[in-house]
């Protein structure tokens, strides 16, 4: 099946610095891939849409500025979350679906990491 | 109103039992459907997708959509301590097929 990579598993970094979040379709190729966030306890908050070969799509009261995304292969998306500060802390969870396959077909999430801001 | 609503529970079920989750969406255009289920710390994983009205079998997971009355339930038959987790509904956005909507989730709890 599926499978999307997503690196690292967490993170600790102080406030100020930047991080990045790697998302990886191994077997299939992906045109989109999607970016969440999860707060505990609550459920997963959708913050863009990535797109390869062109701009990310962002929901509303999400900062395209400093939450950085790059698409630039059908199998990579990134996520940069530049100047970090405690409020950042959370769990960022990536899905991809083979680009082949119709909408018929669910999603596959990555395994998540888990940011720290201290 | 929320695009895809479900009870937060938890649900508590004993072990063996049946477990039934709710899950209703607005879009009457949606035409995909999905459950996940997320264990505590880690990403969601697809159980299953309905699209067509009625049930669908997996194993021990049966979905089951109503797009009159705009409701997609689960049924977790023979429920097992290891079934205890957050299950999730997905709905697809009725505009974009490739952007879902996800309810909150509901959690259930299977007692041994």
């Known amino acids: 099946g599926a499978v999307v990579s997503q690196h690292p598993s967490w993170v600790i970094c102080k406030s100020g610095t930047s991080v990045k979040i790697e998302c990886r379709s191994l077997d299939f190729q992906a045109t989109t891939m999607f970016w969440y966030r999860q707060f505990p306890k609550q459920s997963l908050m959708l913050m863009a849409t990535?797109?390869?070969?062109?701009?990310?799509?962002?929901e509303q009261g999400v900062e395209k500025d400093k939450f950085l995304i790059n698409h630039a292969s059908l199998t990579l998306s990134t996520l940069t979350v530049t100047s970090a500060h405690p409020e950042d802390s959370s769990f960022y969870i990536c899905?991809?679906?083979?680009?082949?396959?119709?909408?018929?077909?669910?999603?596959?999430f990555g395994s998540g990491t888990r940011l720290t801001v201290v | 109103q929320k695009e895809v609503e479900q009870n937060s529970g938890p649900l508590s079920v004993p072990e063996g039992a049946i477990a039934s989750l709710n899950c209703t969406y607005s879009d009457r255009g949606s035409q995909s459907f999905f459950w996940y289920r997320q264990y505590s710390g880690k990403s969601p994983e697809l159980i299953m997708s309905?699209?067509?009205?009625g049930d669908k079998e997996d194993g021990r997971f049966t979905a089951q959509l109503n797009k009159a009355s705009q409701y997609v339930s689960l049924l977790i038959r023979d429920s097992q301590p290891s079934d205890s987790a957050t299950y999730l509904c997905a709905v697809n956005n009725l505009y974009n097929f490739n952007k879902f909507y996800f309810g909150s989730g509901t959690k259930l709890n299977v007692k041994p």
């Open positions: 990535s797109n390869e070969g062109s701009k990310a799509t962002y």
């Open positions: 899905s991809a679906r083979d680009t082949g396959t119709g909408v018929n077909y669910g999603y596959t």
């Open positions: 309905i699209y067509s009205n």
